[in-house]
């Protein structure tokens, strides 16, 4: 059964304390991970997609990696304004529909 | 990306009545999915609605009590029937592309609360 298992549930960072999100995934066929941000009442926001292993990608504090089994978002000098609960998501074909499977989420919490 | 319309943000309804929910893209998408959110928790895929096809419905998610419409490449409806309270959640509208770009983008959400 295709899963996704965020760690861990909640993060507490003080401002400029670096640390890193985990995602771990079984999947048959992944097609794509995607990160998201959610801010409380909003929809999530697009971070990054990872296609393949070694793949990486960077936006501002944020740093999204891939292996064949998990994920990590590595945040960098975080700031109170990236507390939210970050999602992972992997899209795994079911038949010609590229359904998405979200996992429970860590949230963030950064004091200044 | 897409900017997706949702609406109504909000409602408060009757338990045994109905509610529509309405997604606007601003631009042509091939997918379009219906999420629900429980308060803390992650969301749930309630559907898959693709233009000129009927919804395919994960397990646990009925047409009956989830009526979907799409008629055209830019907008869908999700109807939510006879409400009970524990159909109180967030629901969540979500559209993709096909091809390279295959992110998903969501709408603001609808907060529904039973009584």
């Known amino acids: 059964e295709d899963q996704v298992t965020q760690s861990p549930e909640a993060l507490r960072l003080q401002e400029g304390e670096s640390s890193s999100l985990n995602c771990s995934y079984t999947?048959?066929?992944?097609?794509?991970l995607f990160w998201y941000r959610q801010d409380p009442g909003k929809g999530p926001e697009f971070l990054f997609t990872l296609y393949s292993a070694g793949e990486e990608k960077e936006k501002e504090r944020l740093k999204a990696t891939l292996t064949k089994k998990e994920s990590f978002l590595h945040i960098t000098a975080p700031k109170p304004e990236d507390s939210a609960t970050y999602l992972c998501?992997?899209?795994?074909?079911?038949?010609?529909?590229?359904?998405?499977?979200f996992g429970t989420g860590t949230r963030l919490q950064v004091f200044p | 990306s897409a900017v997706i319309s949702q609406k109504p943000s909000r409602d408060i309804c009757q338990r045994g009545t109905s509610l529509t929910i309405q997604c606007q893209v601003d631009s042509q998408v091939t997918m379009m999915f219906w999420y629900r959110q429980q308060p803390g928790q992650s969301l749930t895929l309630i559907a898959t609605?693709?233009?000129?096809?009927?919804?395919?419905?994960e397990s646990g998610f009925v047409i009956d009590k989830f009526p979907i419409s799409r008629p055209n490449l830019t907008f869908s409806t999700l109807t939510v029937s006879n409400m009970s309270p524990e159909d109180s959640s967030i629901y969540l509208c979500?559209?993709?592309?096909?091809?390279?770009?295959?992110?998903?983008?969501f709408g603001q959400g609808t907060r529904l609360t039973v009584v």
């Open positions: 979500s559209a993709q592309g096909t091809g390279e770009n295959t992110e998903a983008f």
């Open positions: 999947v048959s066929g992944l097609r794509g």
């Open positions: 609605a693709n233009q000129g096809s009927e919804a395919t419905y």
């Open positions: 998501a992997v899209q795994a074909p079911l038949l010609n529909t590229d359904k998405l499977i």
